[in-house]
Nanobody, 121 residues
Framework: QVQLVESGGGLVQAGGSLRLSCAAS????????MGWYRQAPGKQRDLVAR???????NYKDSVKGRFTISRDNAKNTVYLQMDSLKAEDTAVYYC???????????????WGPGTQVTVSS
């Protein structure tokens, strides 16, 4: 199996920065896409950013120019640098990874448990 462990969430003032990390471990053969979703109270879970194994990226419109996603393939880790944070960025952030394990010839999407990001205005 595969486990994702997030770190880096917390409380920050508006205009500040946070860096989230998510490390994947377990029976990993390869990782295709890695990324981040977020879910605010009473709202649906939305894609924030994603990055492919070749480092192609996509961002939610509202975070473009403020958030940067990157990954370290050697460490099976994805990062989300969040700058110029706004109160509306407050949410639980979930990382995910589309992984092919050593035990099966297909890919499966795994999720982290989530990390809280709170931006005070």
């Amino acid at each position: 199996q595969v486990q994702l462990v997030e770190s880096g969430g917390g409380l920050v003032q508006a205009g500040g920065s946070l860096r989230l990390s998510c490390a994947a471990s377990g029976s990993i053969f390869s990782i295709n896409v890695m990324g981040w979703y977020r879910q605010a109270p009473g709202k649906q879970r939305d894609l924030v950013a994603r990055i492919t194994s070749s480092s192609s990226t996509n961002y939610k419109d509202s975070v473009k120019g403020r958030f940067t996603i990157s990954r370290d393939n050697a460490k099976n880790t994805v990062y989300l640098q969040m700058d110029s944070l706004k109160a509306e960025d407050t949410a639980v952030y979930y990382c995910y990874a589309v992984v092919r394990t050593t035990q099966a010839p297909y890919e499966y999407q795994y999720w982290g448990p989530g990390t809280q990001v709170t931006v005070s205005s």
